[in-house]
């Protein structure tokens, strides 16, 4: 069982910058692809970005793609979201999910095993 834990939410004004962290509890994190999703109120859960087991590969969905940047560190089984220049619709709960099968970050939800309790974050205009 793998638990997940997200951290970093908040509020901030458009233009602004939030680093959210996921730590990841057990041994194998290094074995899992990761992932960020995310939902507001009244849609769908969205992929956000993905990154493989080593980092050699990471994934964004377009809307996200240049403003956030996903990392991790497999020494603190930990997996980071840089989110810049947020805008109002970025706003929504963040959630951080573990791949344990797949050979690369994939983009939707049924793909993901693991899933953390999510963190808000809330970007004023």
């Known amino acids: 069982q793998v638990q997940l834990v997200e951290s970093g939410g908040g509020l901030v004004q458009a233009g602004g910058s939030l680093r959210l962290s996921c730590a990841a509890s057990g041994r194998t994190f290094s074995s899992y692809i990761m992932a960020w999703f995310r939902q507001a109120p009244g849609k769908e859960r969205e992929f956000v970005a993905g990154i493989s087991r080593n980092s050699y590969i990471t994934t964004y969905s377009d809307s996200m793609k240049g403003r956030f940047t996903i990392s991790r560190d497999n020494a603190k089984n930990t997996v980071y979201l840089q989110m810049n220049s947020l805008k109002p619709e970025d706003t929504a709960v963040y959630y951080c999910?573990?791949?344990?099968?797949?050979?690369?970050?994939?983009?939707?939800?049924?793909?993901?095993?693991?899933w953390g309790q999510g963190t808000q974050v809330t970007v004023s205009s």
């Open positions: 999910s573990a791949d344990t099968r797949g050979l690369g970050p994939r983009m939707t939800t049924q793909d993901y095993d693991y």
